[in-house]
């Protein structure tokens, strides 16, 4: 069993969307991030978290500790926001190693 | 600043060859990553330095992969000799420990071993 896991592996949604992705870790963590990667892109970190919400624009991220379970929203989608969405865990003081997700492709159509 | 920065962008080898890849981390910064990205296995890290010392190399696949920091504003990744299998997006990152250790990907150099 993976010790990252996201759902779905897949998405496709039309443009104006309330979109979620979903990230269960089995291990006890000390930060969980969200990475974004263009189709033959870069990788971008979005959110960095370790309890409650974070907010940036149209995007939010979620985490619940005690459930270990993770979202990632993206409000009024656009196309532009196609591209996989990585969770990855780890990587805060003494755990800076990330295990990552195996991603979740998100496509928004116009 | 210009972010992290890797070079080559590209390479195709041919089997048996060395491959170098470099990378600049963000200055300041003093951890740096180095990742693989293939479409059977994801993103894995390979190894990570803080301040220029090698702390977890268990993802190296083994003997052939190598990697060094001389210093604060360089390493590498060596591989020799090259395999077809080795073909993937190689990634560096790095972050910053005082800013709560987000880290800031390259562009990655994508490499095809023939």
């Known amino acids: 069993k993976n010790e990252v896991e996201q759902s779905p592996q897949n998405l496709t949604a039309q443009e104006g969307e309330f979109i979620t992705i979903n990230c269960s870790y089995s291990?006890?963590?000390?930060?969980l991030h969200w990475l974004q990667q263009h189709p033959g892109g870069g990788i971008v970190s979005l959110f960095m978290l370790s309890s409650g919400k974070k907010k940036h624009g149209r995007l939010i991220a979620t985490i619940n500790i005690q459930e270990k379970h993770s979202s990632l929203h993206i409000t009024a989608s656009h196309p532009r926001d196609s591209a996989v969405y990585i969770c990855a865990v780890g990587g805060y003081f003494g755990n800076e190693k990330l295990t990552f997700g195996t991603g979740t492709r998100l496509t928004i159509i116009p | 600043d210009a972010g992290v920065i890797q070079s080559p962008r590209h390479e195709v080898t041919e089997m048996g060859q060395e491959v170098t890849l470099r990378c600049k981390p963000i200055s300041g910064h003093d951890y740096l990553f180095w990742y693989r990205q293939t479409m059977m296995r994801g993103l894995e890290l390979l190894i990570y330095?803080?301040?220029?010392?090698?702390?977890?190399d268990s993802g190296m696949p083994e003997d052939r992969f190598s990697a060094k920091m001389p210093n604060a504003s360089f390493s590498t990744l060596k591989i020799q000799p090259s395999e077809p299998r080795d073909s993937a997006v190689y990634f560096c990152?790095?972050?910053?420990?005082?800013?709560?250790?987000?880290?800031?990907f390259g562009p990655g150099t994508r490499l095809t071993v023939l």
């Open positions: 291990v006890g963590i000390s930060a």
């Open positions: 990152a790095s972050s910053d420990r005082g800013r709560g250790n987000e880290q800031f």
């Open positions: 330095f803080n301040n220029n010392v090698p702390i977890d």
